[in-house]
């Protein structure tokens, strides 16, 4: 099993920024998916951020152009830059990956425990 833990959640004002990572405990070599999600209480866990291996981040409408997904393989970690943060960004984010067979089969395959983000004036 894959084991995924993310840090860098906190507090701030609308229009600041946040760091989160992603660490993995298996080579992002062998993740051909890896990605952000974020889920409020009561709402489905929604798509933030994507990367395909060997293609462009993919991100959801409502964080193009403000977030970024990033990896560095050598350090199994994945990265989400969070700037000019708004209100409805608070959530609890998760990191996401999966294997090509598992990501082909059923989708995104293993979760982190989530960080949360707290955006608030």
């Known amino acids: 099993q894959v084991q995924l833990a993310e840090s860098g959640g906190g507090s701030v004002q609308p229009g600041g920024s946040l760091s989160l990572s992603c660490a993995a405990s298996e080579s992002l070599f062998s993740l051909a998916v890896v990605g952000w999600y974020r889920q409020t209480p009561g709402n489905q866990r929604e798509l933030v951020a994507v990367?395909?291996?060997?293609?462009?981040?993919n991100y959801s409408d409502p964080v193009k152009g403000r977030f970024n997904i990033s990896k560095d393989n050598a350090k199994n970690a994945v990265y989400l830059q969070l700037n000019n943060l708004k209100p409805e960004d608070a959530a609890v984010y998760f990191c996401?990956?999966?294997?090509?067979?598992?990501?082909?089969?059923?989708?995104?395959?293993?979760w982190g425990k989530g960080t949360l983000v707290i955006v608030s004036s």
């Open positions: 996401s990956a999966a294997r090509w067979d598992d990501y082909e089969n059923r989708g995104m395959a293993y």
């Open positions: 990367i395909h291996r060997g293609r462009n981040p």
